[in-house]
């Protein structure tokens, strides 16, 4: 390829490398000149442009993504259509993403001017979220470049991603004296919630005492109907003897092992009976924040096999979080001036008020309402930004093609708001201080809006409730504390977190947004007053 600077008389059919405006011509990057633009740059008094040329052997940026797509192997997903030198990659199916690391990064290394760009191995992603994209930097490069990626990429599959598989699960709890109920049915709500989030059923739970012979004829029980069998012990785990390993050696299972690299997670235990997985759970498990077993049990439920070598794996990158409660911690910092917080933008709802449309597809100067609220979290710094999804999932998410954000989707979305409020939480990850709940159907919200609430946050230590008013009167939208996250996990049906937020448990700072905070569209006749514009449904 020709690049560099050259006279206008022979820039005909060239590839103009940068935007252009002179005179009334408006000539984008990229632009294949024509004459008619050669004449308008002459007239206003343009010489020199700065283009590429193709040469002979040479493949056009988009023919050459599209060679790279057709030469790679993947699997559950779909490789989009190139443009500007860019294929994007997504999710077929909601699993956990697998990658050939050494196969892309032989092929990062056969020239720079091709790349491909993917998530982390064993990552989690949802139906339609992107995983990876293929991007070809100059406007062309050689086809024996092409050719060479093409020869490694033969006979191997470069990504994919591991469907989660639908699995049946059953829990067994040993008590004792000092162990509440509350706990225990805390533990169920929260390991139920994780499994519907990976897909899969909790059918049923056993609670037995605190001994070996008890806990084994639960683990035998459970096995005979469910793919896995989690086990948590009312204490933990301190040795390969302890009762919850005995217990699965004794039901005639295998103990693989005992402990892991991960913080918080230490106290897993990985065995195995009849070909089937048994997990000890770690105490942490009873928290819905992320640990050791989250990694675990989502490879079983997407069907991965989990081996002791995986597990000892699992280090690297294993230090979570910091846990304040313990006597020194490991490293005591000032808080940040700015929290980290997640955006969650809630648009998983049947719209059951709009005649049969989706009032999120609405379009408000043409642009789907859903994407319009998406990109209001973005700008406003949602770390990350989380669309959960449910009712018209794939439509939605093709209106959110090409942004930052993480498709989460939410099964039970018909069973109302709470389900939606808790796979938010399940997708916030580890770092993050808080959540600011968004409806996605309020287009008066401005980023600068949020900024202020998520500001306020900050101010406060982010351990406060930070709640949108109008007037005086309560709105949306809402930003929890982490300290709260477990909370919403006792909520169900169509209900939100007010109860919870008014409760006084939590400092509550409420912030006036005016108008704003009040508009939503939940009919055409306020949409239609709010500048939208409705998206009629298919016959």
Not at 199 to 223: C, F, K, P, V
């Amino acid at each position: 390829m020709i690049f560099g600077e050259m006279p206008l008389d022979g820039a005909f059919g060239a590839i103009l490398a940068h935007s252009t405006h002179a005179g009334g011509l408006k000539l984008k990057k990229g632009h294949v000149l024509t004459a008619a633009d050669i004449t308008g740059l002459r007239a206003a008094g343009v010489r020199h442009v700065i283009a590429a040329r193709l040469e002979s052997g040479d493949l056009e940026e988009n023919a050459a993504a599209e060679q790279i797509t057709k030469s790679l192997e993947v699997f559950n997903v779909r490789l989009g259509t190139a443009t500007t030198g860019r294929v994007n990659c997504y999710a077929e199916k909601a699993g956990l993403f697998a990658v050939d690391a050494d196969l892309v990064n032989a092929i990062n290394a056969v020239d720079p001017a091709a790349t491909i760009a993917t998530l982390k191995p064993f990552e989690r992603v949802e139906l339609g979220q992107m995983v990876a994209t293929i991007k070809i930097i100059p406007f062309a490069v050689p086809a024996q470049v092409i050719d060479r990626i093409a020869m490694l990429a033969r006979g191997r599959a470069a990504i994919g991603v591991h469907a989660f598989t639908g699995a049946r699960v059953g829990l067994a709890q040993t008590t004792l004296p000092s162990v509440k109920t509350s706990v225990l049915d805390k533990t169920r709500r929260v390991i139920e919630a994780r499994i519907a989030g990976n897909h899969g059923e909790l059918t049923a739970e056993r609670r037995t005492t605190h001994s070996e012979s008890a806990l084994a004829e639960a683990i035998r029980e459970l096995h005979r109907s469910n793919d896995i069998v989690i086990a948590f012990g009312a204490s933990a785990v301190v040795d390969a003897g302890d009762v919850v390993p005995a217990a699965i050696r004794q039901a005639g299972g295998v103990v693989h092992h005992v402990g892991m690299p991960v913080d918080p997670g230490n106290l897993l235990v990985l065995g195995e009976l009849g070909g089937k997985p048994v997990i000890g759970a770690p105490g942490c498990a009873r928290s819905p924040k992320e640990n050791g077993f989250d990694w675990v049990l989502e490879r079983l439920m997407a069907n991965v096999p989990v081996t002791k070598k995986d597990v000892i794996g699992m280090g690297v990158g294993g230090l979570l979080m910091e846990i304040t409660s313990r006597p020194q911690p490991r490293d005591p910092r000032p808080a940040a001036s700015r929290a980290d917080v997640a955006i969650a933008v809630l648009a998983a709802g049947q719209s059951t008020r709009m005649n049969g449309s989706n009032k999120l597809l609405a379009t408000f100067a043409g642009m789907p309402l859903i994407r319009r609220s998406t990109l209001t979290a973005i700008k406003a710094g949602g770390h990350p930004v989380i669309a959960v999804l449910g009712h018209m999932a794939e439509q939605c998410s093709a209106a959110l093609e090409g942004l930052n954000v993480v498709i989460a989707l939410n099964k039970d979305y018909a069973s109302g708001l709470a389900s939606s409020l808790q796979t938010a939480i399940r997708h916030v990850p580890a770092s993050a201080d808080g959540v600011l709940m968004l409806l996605a159907d309020m287009p008066a919200l401005s980023s600068e809006h949020i900024e202020t609430m998520i500001r306020r946050f900050s101010e406060a230590g982010g351990q406060s409730i930070v709640r949108a008013t109008f007037d005086g009167k309560r709105g949306n939208p809402v930003l929890l504390p982490r300290q709260l996250f477990d909370e919403v996990f006792t909520l169900a049906g169509d209900v939100g977190a007010r109860h919870l937020i008014e409760r006084g448990d939590f400092p509550l700072i409420d912030v006036e947004l005016g108008e704003a905070a009040a508009i939503d569209v939940d009919t055409p006749d306020m949409l239609n007053r709010a500048g939208g514009t409705i998206a009629l449904p298919n016959p």
